[in-house]
């Protein structure tokens, strides 16, 4: 069972940057595809982007592609989120997740682990 923790979050202004990181416990991280998900109060947690074990392939929601780079260090066991270019609407708590079983989905219901999150403010 893989226990993921999460850092990074803080308060940004708009248009500014921030690199999330999330580690993992565990020495099968490198088999998970991990992923990046984000919550709004009590909105529906958001699928924000996704990397595969293996090959790691990438997939973006498209209120984040092209400002959003996910990535990971197996080695580290380490999964990364840059964003750039932040906007107000990216204010969420931000969740990692592991998926053992490589479905490379953007379903939270595909996802076995969970972190405890870190929260992003962007002020305008």
């Known amino acids: 069972q893989a226990q993921l923790v999460e850092s990074g979050g803080g308060l940004v202004q708009a248009g500014g940057s921030l690199r999330l990181s999330c580690v993992a416990s565990g020495r099968t991280f490198s088999t998970y595809t991990m992923a990046w998900f984000r919550q709004v109060s009590q909105k529906d947690r958001e699928f924000v982007a996704a990397?595969?074990?293996?090959?790691?392939?990438?997939r973006y929601a498209d209120s984040v592609k092209g400002r959003a780079t996910i990535s990971r260090d197996n080695a580290k066991n380490l999964l990364y989120l840059q964003m750039n270019s932040l906007k107000p609407e990216d204010t969420a708590v931000y969740y990692c997740?592991?998926?053992?079983?490589?479905?490379?989905?953007?379903?939270?219901?595909?996802?076995?682990?969970w972190g405890q999150g870190t929260q992003v403010t962007v002020s305008s």
């Open positions: 990397i595969s074990r293996g090959d790691s392939r990438t």
């Open positions: 997740a592991a998926d053992p079983y490589g479905r490379y989905s953007d379903s939270v219901g595909a996802y076995d682990y």
